[in-house]
């Protein structure tokens, strides 16, 4: 309250770009192949042998594809096929 007026302050933050926004969408369940580390993120691309994840918080983490879980692996050769044929 400033000089008996109600103040409300309007932050607005600027949309993802449609990319990140995308990455949102497809937020799922990563684990390990020992189950011992489990994220929340999106599959951003394959290079090499490692896999680019970017989690809720928007950090980038690299992953060796082999440290992944069978089923994530599979997800992961699913997405870059998918990837590959749109191009």
């Given at each position: 309250v400033y000089g008996g007026i109600s103040v409300v302050?309007?932050?607005?933050?600027?949309?993802?770009?449609?990319h990140r926004a995308q990455?949102?969408?497809?937020?799922?369940?990563?684990?390990?192949?020992?189950?011992?580390?489990?994220?929340?993120?999106?599959?951003?691309?394959?290079?090499?042998d490692e896999v680019t994840l970017?989690?809720?918080?928007?950090?980038?983490i690299q992953v060796p594809v082999r440290d992944l879980s069978i089923i994530d692996q599979?997800?992961?050769?699913?997405?870059?096929i998918e990837r590959n044929r749109g191009r």
């Open positions: 302050k309007i932050v607005e933050f600027p949309p993802l770009p449609k990455l949102a969408i497809d937020l799922r369940r990563w684990n390990d192949n020992r189950g011992a580390f489990i994220t929340e993120a999106a599959f951003d691309g394959l290079s090499g970017v989690e809720r918080s928007g950090e980038s599979r997800y992961v050769r699913k997405q870059n």
